[in-house]
């Protein structure tokens, strides 16, 4: 039996699409060539897709020293990289919590690179000023393109909500609109002009989308992929008019801003245009646009594959004999021994404390003591409507400048409480967090018994 | 005006999810701290989520020494990495297309990687075998298990579709069900019994979602976020007759495998459970379990932070009199020049041939020429029901080794047709590809005339 026999359609469009027929051939004509197989040619050469470093483009060597100094800081002593590398990975580094690139950032990405962005965008813009408030990061701007998608899109509508497309457009982005459920609005571009986007095919397609859903957004791909055509000024201006009066939210694709060539041709960004048009305009319309590492001349499109190879070292990792064996297994029998030393405390600490029980860790990275609280301490948490584990966490946190989790957050049996505490750290922050735990404990199980 | 007033709850919740009250005054009092103000405490510790290298826990010094080998190759030449680190790291960049991480790879993941966490996992079970086949790599098990309740959920069907999922459990979960609109039915783990999962409870839990929704998977997380419990193997295996009996689907998330203490524990993974259970019932029962390099000793959630880096390096590049700015220019003017040759000589090639035509490239990567095919090659397309420039991009495929996209998968009017190429390759790659194009379209036209 198969509960996967009858995937949804949406889903399955969206996986084939990576490999349509001519990828699939490809592939295999390659293996023929590996197995011995002779043809005309020696390899297939693959101008598919979009991919600089396939296509023999070089790296720049500026951006993959300062990733190598930032993965393995080790490298800030070696003389053999130049000096603004190291200070800018030294600066780099110290926006990471602990000094790592392996630890969280903020969910909108790291304040100091959103703040650079933002410059990037000023200087880009002639000076129009951009705050790192409206800057998000995320993985690639696909992901970030389907955010805005679910944010515009809403299910609940009778009427399906439209999106008007370009027609010629690279299909992940109609098969991703096809699986949000939204209706695709084509308007097509105008080839006899070079690909140029003319307003009166706009306003056929809006007209013709009204008909069968609810338009909210108009999509543009600027420099165009697959056209490679380049908007100019005048044509922004008139789009954002009708996205004005027609009530568009404008998705501005422009990952391929840095690619513009010819000596006559300037990239306008939609963000610059529209904040130096009338402020009935600028005040009015709505934006979001797009760029990205992974396109023009960086071509970085590393950030899976480095997980990627981490994976593989997770997978098979130095063994006897080896010459990193040696440090490897002393850092991780070190980390197994410390987080084996913070859990023993935690129970010791635990058993000296009234109304605070906890079962001795297993296995993964979390305790989750359970607290009886006194009858007061609940009556005073209900009197403020707040669960009283949320309520203790706040006090907590207020107090002692620990920051716990409440268990009302992770779900719990009715009239029963937890926190759950990371035991991750070196020793000293976990004796530093369990001196602060006890000593509110002490005094919040005192107040209220 | 905004649009964007009314965001569809869902979204509004998963967005919040990650700042509750407590995080965001967490993150006030940090800035209150950094702005003067004084306290009992210097600063906030947070304990609150699971990041191994914020708790000072350091990373492992060989998955940093590869990782900065293969983003920066030069470090080969280097003699302070040790000699597997070079090994390691030659041998994967040599699966890297061009040798650079910054390439793409297979949607399910580079195939010598998938090859080693084969084997890694083969090991882990005590060898029992693990295809590379049922290995899909995606950025973090989040995204994957994303993926697997959209392949699980159906839409379309009246009644909803339901997940059983334990209590306690980390919110972002949850949230994500909602977001995917499956119903959620709660089954509670034991706190009493160390906060086992009992059997008893997995069936009520069941009789319960089924008067309400269509249950069809079951959510296991193995060692237990935030519980720490780790499942017996006989544990496991009552589960395992339960959602064959009961046909649902395991989804195993076991991400904090490697996190596992005390001296009378073993971790048993589900995989291995099922494929040494009775024929009847591992032949039958389907699972997917979820492994990460993010957790567990490891702790790399590196790769967005990586991708960070690199937007601000994008950002703010080297500038005239720092020491990387000569490079640093010269490698982007390089990249400029190749890409305006490989144009020009595109223009070049295509002006000489027949029923080919071509703008002049503005910006982006690509070129999308029409193709005026001769009335017999379009008959000979319908007779094959196929589009008339896939059958010409199949064809140059299969007899020139050059692989292009055909327009149809980027929409085009009617009866017109089209290819896409890449423009970014070195230069002598542009001159084989042009060669192979130019001497199978020649053939191609006259056949057809």
Known sequence: MSFLKEISPLVKNYFQSGKDGLSRRAAQITAEIQQGERRNYNEVLDLSSGDLHRG??????????VLAACLYPALLEDDSLPLDVKQRAESLLRECDGGSVGSY??????PKIKHCLSQFITRRDGGVPCSPDNIFIMSGSKTALRIMLKLLIRSEDSCQTGVLIPVPTYPTFTLMLEEEEAAIIPYHLCEEQGWTLQMEELHRALQAGRKICNPVALYI????????????????????????EERLFILADEV??????GDDTEFYSYKKVLSEMDSTISSTVELASFNTASKGFMGEKCPPVVGQIALDLMADPPKPGDPS???????????????????GRIQEVFAELPGISCHPLKAGLFVFPCLHFPPKAIKWAKKRQMEPDMLYCLHLLEETGLHVRPGCKYGQRKDSHHIRLFVGTQENIMEDALQRLKTF?????KEFS
């Open 105 to 110: 950032t903020e969910s909108s990405g790291i």
């Open 441 to 445: 404990h002490m005094r919040f199980m």
């Open 221 to 244: 791909c600027n420099p165009g992929n697959p056209t490679g055509h380049l908007q100019s000024r005048k044509s922004i201006e008139e789009v954002i008019r009708f996205a004005a």
């Open 256 to 261: 391929y801003q840095s690619c513009v060539y």
């Open 56 to 65: 023999g483009i070089k790296p720049i060597t500026f951006v993959r020293q």
């Open 325 to 343: 064996f040696p440090t490897f297994s002393e850092e991780v029998q070190s980390i197994n021994n410390t987080i084996r030393k913070n859990t």
